[in-house]
């Protein structure tokens, strides 16, 4: 302050009115006060982020069968700055298109994955697809590849080569059934379910417990226009799933099997929705493929209460059956 005054001495000596010497004062000092120094943002926030749309792929094929099965695998960089990424693996019966590059801020990568059964013998034979970037959050991230081969169809007059379909047996619960008569098949749901219109399913219902949690079933029937399952019940997933926004579901289980008839090949998949804005969910999709289309079971129900409903979910599924029309 006493620097403040000296540098106007001459003017407080002077003759001026005293209000102009104070507004002279007041100017001044302001001028000379300090700005705040702007805020930094955290390196680790500005760091690339590692997201990856899959962490579960699934195929299978025939004994003998020398196609190549193509799959893909959608991750991004849901981060800051640029990531530089990189993808390896270990197998000789899978490869992929390119092995590594860069992507910025907002931007995504859809990196084919080729897979042949190269001669094997029937067996299962899983294998991880490990992506990770440089200096990359949520890094690295591992896709597990899962390739099942089955034994060949026998031919030939040296045996009886029948297969006889096992009887499906009933729920352990009451139940209502579900036909078809376009596809010949029924499904069986307990009876506190309740018939329900909705969106994206053939036939709905949904639990009529009074419950603030939804807990619905539905059945869709979709054209597989040559596309593998997993692409269809991914899509099916994104239009069923209660949270309505943040990322793509991401697949946390599948397996490969048959009908409880021991015949009709048959998949599974759980799907985990998780979002920071609103409710996150996951999504049980149980499915065949008969002729040209997919006909799925689906079941979603939110993150918390999802874990305890599976195995009625599943349940449910496995009551799925062919008929016959006589």
Excluded at 38 to 58: C, E, F, R, W, Y
Excluded at 269 to 298: C, D, H, N, P, W
Aim: some cysteine; aromatic content about 10%; overall charge neutral.
């Amino acid at each position: 302050m006493k620097s403040l005054f000296s540098k106007f001495r001459w003017l407080i000596k002077s003759k001026f009115p005293i209000y102009t010497i104070l507004m002279a004062l007041l100017i001044t000092g302001c001028s000379e006060s300090a700005n705040p120094a702007p805020a930094t943002q955290s390196p680790v926030d500005m760091a690339p982020k590692l997201g990856v749309n899959s962490l579960s792929i699934s195929v299978q094929f025939k004994e003998g069968d020398s196609k190549t099965i193509t799959k893909n695998i959608t991750f991004m960089n849901e981060g800051e700055g640029v990531m530089i990424w990189a993808v390896r693996k270990s197998v000789p019966w899978m490869w992929m298109n390119e092995a590594d590059g860069a992507l910025e801020k907002g931007y995504s990568k859809n990196l084919e994955i080729f897979i042949a059964p190269s001669g094997k013998a029937p067996g299962t034979y899983t294998d991880n697809i490990t992506i990770e970037g440089t200096g990359t959050r949520n890094s690295p991230q591992s896709v597990v590849v899962t390739m099942v081969i089955t034994p060949a169809d026998t031919t030939g007059t040296g045996g009886d080569t029948t297969v006889v379909k096992k009887t499906v047996p009933l729920p352990p619960w009451d139940y209502t059934e579900y036909y078809n008569d376009n596809y010949n098949f029924r499904l069986r749901y307990p009876k506190d379910f309740q018939q329900k219109q909705l969106a994206d399913a053939t036939f709905g219902a949904e639990a009529s417990a009074s419950s603030t949690q939804v807990n619905s079933i539905r059945i869709n029937i979709v054209g597989s226009l040559g596309v593998d399952y997993t692409a269809v019940t991914l899509e099916w997933a994104k239009a069923i799933r209660m949270s309505g926004g943040g990322s793509s579901p991401k697949v946390i289980s599948s397996e490969n099997g048959t009908l409880l008839d021991g015949v009709t090949p048959a998949f599974e998949m759980l799907y985990e929705a998780r979002s920071s804005t609103k409710s996150s969910s996951q999504v049980y999709i149980y499915g065949v493929k008969k002729g040209s289309k997919y006909i799925l079971f689906g079941a979603v129900a939110p993150l918390a209460s999802a874990p305890e409903r599976l195995q009625l979910w599943k349940e449910i599924a496995h009551t799925l059956e062919f008929v016959d029309k006589n």
